[in-house]
């Protein structure tokens, strides 16, 4: 009966996932520049027929077992290279929807089934964990394997308490370190969720020398396997070179970002949790402590906080805290089951109060809603992007390279998707990024040169030289770079007028009238 009642709960909130996941998943295009990166990447692996061998593969060696499960689908995207877009997107609402079995078991073996239910809907809820789930990116499979692995854990455990034998807990072990070196193959970065390890097992009421060496066994073992796997992908030797983890960590936590980025990151964080559930949060974690339920607190604030400290100083997109929203979800859901029967005996003896707490309630949580996390790039303005790339790829022909200033990844993106023969190719500048002027004048962590990198996009007719993007932030380098480079004196220059940042570029009357012709689209 337990069981059945089980099944029963399931099948109720996959279909609250679903109903809220699936209507909303971007159809034919996607939600952030990151996306759209790897999509490029996907596209040149299919026309160069270089399976997990192309350098413009965006974050492959972090994300690996991400695009062996997309080049599955390799025969159908030869056929149409469009449907890589949707097939991104549906994979990632399908994880976001999935993880509500592992969650599920996890919570209700240690908190209950309430309490379950609860915080999956909330999860479903929280912004950073619903709007990632509409478009295609890695991190949210990364959060499915992981809590798989969890769930297998508290299983494994109730399989040793019935001995069984130690040939089929060895093979509930191996089950497990494959769920966490999935979860790192799908995306490194979450190793941050890591700490939920030993929480696990705390929760088990293991003692603490029970707790370190399974916890090293889960932890250690699922990096070597990625490690060995990492180890048999293609060699790209300019990725090699240019693009290790050293680095790019000294670039994008390099400690001067802590402070430029401190009210900037705070508020996507608030944002990404959105503002209410923050501060039902924040009172969730105060209450914890007040109860003194060390086991629940060492379950939620050591992910919470090591999330938090990695990602301030790059925060942006707030797609980079999904990985506490999970606990964030359990610790909100252990605080409101604690409090219903004192809210429900209240809200019985004054009826009228309880009427109006709980409309100024609904209205609270409308309100934070509009002051929350939304995608990088909304659907309508994804197209606008794109419909610049219908625009270059119908251009009849020039005798100059054309310079293109606007958001152009979805513009080269959606040139690729018109024509199998464009060849595109990144290209560093001789500009350095203003970001790597910066932080070489203020840190002793000295990040290694970053210039200005462009997208060369080839097609039958033209040539496009496309400034990587362009954000609000990127105004000064824009023009710099427009004054500073060498490498194209001559040509063309679009400046995408239906970008708000590329009509903020003053090109008229400066020296930039000597180096290229406006071309208006």
Not at 300 to 305: D, E, G, K, N, Q
Not at 400 to 405: C, F, R, S, W
Request: glycine residues 4%.
């Amino acid at each position: 009966m337990k069981k059945h009642n089980n099944t029963i709960v399931l099948i109720v909130l996959l279909g609250l996932a679903s109903i809220l996941f699936l209507p909303l998943v971007y159809k034919d295009t996607l939600g952030e520049r990151d996306s759209f990166r790897m999509v490029m990447g996907i596209i040149d692996s299919i026309t160069s027929n270089k399976p997990l061998g192309s350098s413009m593969l965006y974050g492959r060696d972090i994300s690996f077992a991400y695009f062996v499960l997309l080049d599955f689908f390799r025969p159908i995207f030869k056929t149409n290279l469009a449907l890589i877009i949707p097939f991104m997107n549906y994979i990632n609402a399908l994880s976001a929807i999935l993880t509500v079995i592992p969650f599920f078991f996890l919570v209700k073996r240690y908190w209950g089934t309430s309490i379950a239910i609860v915080a999956n809907i909330l999860l479903m809820f929280l912004p950073v964990w619903r709007v990632t789930s509409q478009y295609g990116h890695p991190m949210t499979g990364a959060v499915l394997f992981m809590f798989i692995g969890l769930a297998l854990i508290g299983y494994r455990s109730f399989l040793s308490s019935l001995r069984l034998g130690w040939k089929k807990l060895i093979l509930w072990d191996v089950l497990i370190i494959a769920s966490f070196a999935l979860c790192l193959m799908f995306r490194l970065d979450a190793i941050l969720m890591f700490p939920l390890i030993p929480a696990c097992l705390l929760l088990e009421n293991y003692p603490f020398k029970k707790i370190v060496s399974p916890s090293i066994l889960y932890s250690f073992f699922p990096i070597i396997v990625f490690k060995v796997m990492q180890s048999q992908l293609p060699l790209i030797p300019e990725v090699e070179k240019s693009n290790g983890i050293v680095e790019q960590l000294l670039l994008w936590n390099n400690p001067t970002r802590y402070f430029d980025n401190f009210v900037f990151g705070n508020l996507l964080f608030v944002w990404g949790l959105n503002p209410l559930l923050f501060l039902v949060f924040f009172i969730s974690c105060i209450y914890l402590v007040y109860k003194k339920s060390y086991s629940s607190l060492f379950f939620i604030l050591p992910t919470v906080l090591l999330n938090y400290i990695f990602w301030l100083p790059n925060p942006a997109p707030a797609r980079h805290f999904i990985y506490l929203s999970p606990v964030v979800a359990v610790s909100i859901a252990i605080f409101l089951a604690d409090i219903f029967p004192t809210v429900k005996s209240f809200v019985k003896n004054n009826i009228k109060t309880g009427i109006a707490l709980a409309v100024v309630l609904i209205f609270s949580v409308l309100i934070s809603y509009k002051y929350s996390y939304s995608a990088p790039m909304s659907e309508k303005y994804s197209h606008t992007a794109r419909s610049l790339g219908n625009e270059l790829q119908q251009l009849e022909p020039k005798d100059q390279p054309i310079l293109v200033i606007a958001d152009t990844i979805p513009a080269v993106v959606q040139i690729q998707l018109m024509s199998k023969d464009t060849k595109v190719k990144y290209e560093k500048t001789n500009v350095f990024t203003d970001d790597d002027i910066k932080y070489q004048k203020r840190s002793t962590f000295r990040p290694k040169p970053l210039y200005i990198s462009v997208i060369v996009v080839e097609n039958q007719k033209n040539k496009f030289i496309c400034y990587f993007q362009g954000w609000k932030s990127k105004i000064n380098e824009i023009q710099r770079f427009l004054q500073e480079t060498d490498q194209y004196q001559k040509g063309y220059l679009v400046l995408n007028m239906l970008d708000k940042e590329a009509r903020k570029v003053d090109v008229e009357p400066s020296s930039l009238s000597n180096k290229f012709d406006i071309l208006k689209l």
